[in-house]
């Protein structure tokens, strides 16, 4: 078992990329998180319900399977939802402590971070943030899963976590 674990959720699989790629260079455990009512695969769908996510709106997440207690060392990943991070991750925040923990955040998006980082921080208020990543996949329609952050900044923001 490892110190680290990295802590994702990805409606896209965007963020369930950089999070294998976290795991394999860190040699950290994964947790990936999961509503309890799946979202619509219709895209629309999400968009109509959720286009005003803010922090405070809340979803019911599955229960995790790793004792948090466990970890020194925390990789927290998700997507960007309408300028903050999205409702899965925030409720997870809000749901379990991370109190004392060194981290390191990002959020995967098309280029609009928005508050995401802000969010990160309102939700871990007595956390070691070390290191925040704008993790950039491309907005094209016919390149939406190519990633446009260059590989050696997520190995930068990775090594901020030692």
């Known amino acids: ?75 927290l990943i998700t997507s960007t939802w309408w300028y903050g991070i999205n409702p899965v991750m925030t409720r997870f925040l809000k749901e379990y402590d991370l109190s004392q923990k060194d981290i390191i955040v990002t959020a995967t998006n098309a280029g609009w971070i928005g508050h995401s980082f802000q969010d990160y921080k309102k939700l871990l208020p007595n956390s070691n943030i070390k290191g925040e990543l704008d993790t950039v996949f491309s907005f094209n329609s016919l390149e939406k899963n190519n990633i446009l952050t260059p590989l050696q900044e997520i190995d930068n923001w990775l090594k901020k976590l030692n």
């Open 1 to 75: 078992m490892s110190d680290t674990l990295v802590i994702y959720y990805s409606y896209t699989g965007n963020s369930r990329k950089i999070a294998k790629y976290a795991q394999e260079k860190l040699n950290a455990d994964i947790l990936e998180l999961h509503p309890k009512i799946p979202f619509s695969d219709d895209y629309d769908k999400v968009v109509e319900e959720w286009q005003n996510n803010n922090i405070k709106r809340d979803v019911e997440i599955e229960p995790i399977d790793k004792d948090l207690t466990n970890y020194k060392k925390i990789v």
